[in-house]
C-alpha cells in the first residue's frame, strides 16, 4: 500500500479549519457543530470514513477540544486521516452504548445552556431524531453548512493546488479521447477505455458520459451499446477523484473521424455559439461579480444566436471535495464571486433527437479574473 500520508494535506491545513468552524458555530449563536462522515468531516480531518447505520460524528463545541465518535471496530481506519495528530478525542463505541448520548456529551464538555446546533449535511435522520430527542426543546438547530458554507466555498491554497493537479489529470485523459473514437465502436466500448484512462491518473472513476449522435442531445446520457458512425456528434463529459478527495469534471465535443469528417453546417453555426458563450462566461468570472451574471454571459450569447431554447441547464456547478456544491452558476444567484471560489463553466446546447455540444472547464476565481484549470482545446477535435 501508498503510504497514506500523501493524500492528505500536512496537519495544520486541519488544525486551522477546525478552529474556524468552532468560531463559526460561536458567532452564529450555536453551541457547537455536529458532522457526520462524507466531504464535510474530510474538509475538517481528512478522513473518508464510510458511514453505517451505527453513529459516526465529529463533534465541535464552541468550546474545548472536538470528539470523534465512531464504532470501536472503525476506530484503525483513523491511521488514514489527519486525526491521530490533531487535538481531537477518540471516543469508540460498542453495542450497548449509547452513542446519540455521548455525541451531546461531546456537545457540552462545559456544561454551557443549550441554544443550538450545527448538524451535518450527512446526518441521517436514524440519528438525528435520537439527538434532537436528547436535547431541550425549542434550542435552534442549523445546517452546518451555513457555518462552513465560507469556508468551504472559498478554496485555499492547498485545495487550489489540489484541484489544479487534478485538471491536469483529466486533461491527460481527454488529449487521448480523439485515438479512442473510432466508428465501428460502441459508446460501451470507448467509455471501458476511458474508464482505465481516468483510473492511471485518479483513485477513482466518478463518471463518464460518452454522448454520441442523439444521445448527445440528452445532457444525463451516461453510455450506451450505440455504435459509433463516421460524423458523429460526440458530447464527452468524464471526472475522477484526485489526491485527497477532490474532483476533476471536464467536458470536450469531439467528432468520430475527426471535425472534417462532420457535415452538417448547421453544427458549426451551432458550436461556433457555443464556443463564444463559453468564452464569454469565463471572461465574466472574477471577484465582485454575482455567480448569476455568469450564467447571464453565456446565455446572453447562445440566445442570440436562436439557440436559448436548447441551453436547458445551468451555466456551472462549485467543485471541491464535493461534485456539485456552491457556487452554483445560475439564474437568482445573487452569490459574489470571491478569489478562491472553484466552480465549472459548461454551457451545452442540445438539439433533441440529432445530436448535443458542450464545452466545460473548471475555473478558480483569482485577484482580478479567473485560473482555468482545463486547458485542452475547446475547438471541436
Ligand atoms: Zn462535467
Ligand atoms: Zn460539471
Known sequence: MSDPSINIFPTEVYAARL??????????????LIIGTGAELAYLTGSWLSTHERLTALVIPVLGTPTIILPSVDRGDLALSAIPDLDIKVRGWVDGENAHNLAIEALDPTGMQMLGVGI???ITADHLIPIQGLLPVNIRYELAVNVLKELFVSKDDAEITQLRAAGAAIDRVHAQVPGL????????????????????????????????????????????????????IVVLDIGGTFGPGYHSDCTRTYVVGGPDAQSNADFNQLYDALYAAQLAAVAQARPGVTAESVDRA???????????????????????????EEPFIMAGNDLVLEPGMAFSIEPGIYIDGVHGARI???????????????NQPKELQ
Open 298 to 324: 453565456a446565455r446572453s450569447v447562445i440566445e442570440a444566436a436562436g439557440y436559448g431554447e436548447q441551453f436547458i441547464h445551468r451555466t456551472g456547478h462549485g467543485i471541491g471535495l464535493s461534485t456539485h
Open 181 to 232: 473514437l473510432t466508428a465501428g465502436r460502441t459508446e460501451r466500448e470507448v467509455a471501458t477505455d476511458l474508464e482505465a484512462l481516468i483510473l492511471r491518473e485518479h483513485t477513482e472513476v466518478d463518471f463518464i458520459i460518452v454522448g454520441s449522435g442523439p444521445n448527445g442531445a440528452n445532457p444525463h446520457h451516461s453510455f450506451s451499446d450505440r455504435v459509433l458512425q463516421t460524423g458523429d
Open 19 to 32: 478552529e474556524q468552524a468552532q468560531a463559526g458555530a460561536a458567532s452564529a449563536g450555536l453551541n457547537g
Open 120 to 122: 451535518g449535511s450527512s
Open 360 to 374: 466545460e472547464d473548471i475555473v478558480v476565481i483569482t485577484d482580478d479574473g479567473c485560473e482555468t484549470l482545463n
